[in-house]
């Protein structure tokens, strides 16, 4: 009901405010224009964008194709407000800043020569050949400032029916860029399950051309994925979990979705919760993930949270209850509450009922707050540095093991003696 009532509203706002009537993308459009011929066309929206217009989802990414190159795009806004950085040049792109927005500009294009990891690319002004060198028919609709589409490869009528269609030959589209293959993947997540049998087949014959893209793509791709709404449906389609699974073959633990499905609602689903359930075991797998796609400090640092902790869950009598108040302090709720998720996910003797009690406890308790700070110890005549920390954490200590309580003897008693 919830989304459907999202839908509906997002339905008002695009009929009513579409995205195009922004008046910086307007600004854009007609600098763009300038000095062009009324019957040549000089940009238009593509990609994303359009698509997410046409879905009725929030469009964020601005993309727009434009017959201008990169210099006529400068000596245009050169004298004008609106910030221009080189982001790709000798692939035609540029990125404008605007008060409200960052787009993205690229020059109509077509590959002459890839080796399924770079293109070498001759500009063009010519919109049905730039639209051939794109990889899906969704992301080939174009759209002029007044949302009027442009669509060579009848992409519309295939978001329509969530269809996700390579453009022409997939074989020849995938040997291109091999990291489609993975795109492929979050669209198909994206819209709909079903993989067409020649599709399939012509993945399957190129998925060693993964091995050419670097492990970074690779990583920023499968973040996307992992981010979907609908990541948790991948095992509805066994041609595309297999697919899934010879390119990410770390994640031992996909079947560990099945039981996340019942209690995902329970909380926000974030990437991190889902690392952990599809990587987490007792053999350290997280850690090969980890290094393979030299992952951030903060997702490194939380899965080896979540781990840790999960270890103390052998006994969770004592986890979730005796300690709870202790771990809460901790932890964070935040945490506990994902950590309930992850085990119950990973963990098939955790029954929902029990589950469903330890999310109230976490929910209901009252986080203790450490009521000495370093300020309490400078006025109690300590000096600023190492020591003072020291105490500072021998005292947390002691207040945490006594169940939240010290004296001020014994605060006074460990300021000496750490001051002697």
Same mark, same amino acid.
């Given at each position: ?25 307007? /600004? ?12 040549? %066309? ?39 407000? /609106? ?22 500009? =690229? ?53 329509? +029916?969530?269809? %996700? ?19 492929? %993947? ?19 014959? +190129? ?27 991948? @095992? ?31 909380? +926000? ?26 992952? $951030? ?11 840790? +902790? /999960? $270890?103390?869950?052998?006994? !969770? ?31 098939? @003797? ?8 330890? /999310? ?48 001020? !003897? ?9 001051? =002697?």
């Amino acid at each position: 009901m919830f989304n459907l009532i999202i839908n509906f509203l997002n339905n008002i706002k695009n009929f009513f405010f579409p995205f195009y009537r922004d008046k910086d993308l307007k /600004l854009i459009f007609k600098k763009l224009q300038e000095g062009i011929p009324e019957d040549k %066309i000089a940009a238009r929206f593509v990609g994303g964008c359009v698509r997410k217009y046409l879905s009725n989802e929030k469009v964020d990414d601005i993309d727009i194709a434009t017959v201008l190159t990169t210099t006529e795009i400068k000596e245009k806004f050169k004298d004008t407000n /609106l910030k221009v950085i080189d982001t790709g040049v000798k692939h035609g792109t540029l990125t404008i800043i605007s008060e409200n927005h960052k787009v993205e500009l =690229t020059t109509l294009r077509k590959d002459i020569k890839t080796d399924g990891r770079h293109a070498e690319v001759e500009f063009i002004d010519n919109w049905k050949k730039d639209s051939e060198r794109r990889d899906f028919t969704i992301n080939a609709i174009y759209m002029d400032i007044n949302g009027k589409l442009f669509d060579p490869q009848m992409g519309t009528i295939d978001l329509k +029916n969530k269809n %996700i269609k390579f453009i022409g030959d997939p074989q020849k589209r995938i040997e291109e860029d091999y990291l489609r293959i993975i795109r492929f %993947i979050r669209f198909k997540i994206m819209y709909d399950t079903t993989v067409e049998l020649t599709t399939s087949d012509a993945i399957k014959q +190129n998925l060693d051309g993964i091995k050419k893209i670097s492990k970074e793509r690779i990583y920023i791709e499968l973040l996307k994925i992992l981010d979907l709404e609908n990541f948790l449906i991948i @095992n509805q389609s066994s041609s595309l979990r297999e697919i899934f699974s010879k390119i990410f073959p770390e994640f031992l633990y996909l079947n560990r979705l099945e039981r996340l499905k019942k209690v995902y609602k329970y909380s +926000n689903i974030n990437v991190d919760i889902l690392l952990a359930v599809l990587l987490i075991d007792e053999k350290n797998n997280h850690e090969y993930f980890i290094h393979k796609y030299n992952t $951030s400090n903060k997702i490194k640092d939380t899965l080896e949270k979540f781990n840790k +902790n /999960l $270890s103390k869950l052998k006994n !969770e009598k004592e986890f979730f209850e005796k300690d709870l108040a202790k771990n809460a302090y901790l932890n964070g709720k935040n945490h506990l509450i994902a950590l309930n998720l992850i085990n119950f996910s990973i963990n098939s @003797n955790v029954k929902l009922l029990n589950f469903s009690k330890i /999310l109230d406890k976490i929910l209901k308790i009252k986080v203790p707050t450490f009521p000495i700070d370093g300020e309490f110890l400078k006025q109690k005549g300590m000096l600023e540095g190492q020591s003072l920390g020291n105490v500072l954490k021998t005292i947390e200590k002691e207040w945490l093991n006594n169940n939240f309580k010290i004296s001020n !003897e014994r605060v006074n008693e460990l300021i000496q003696l750490n001051s =002697t």
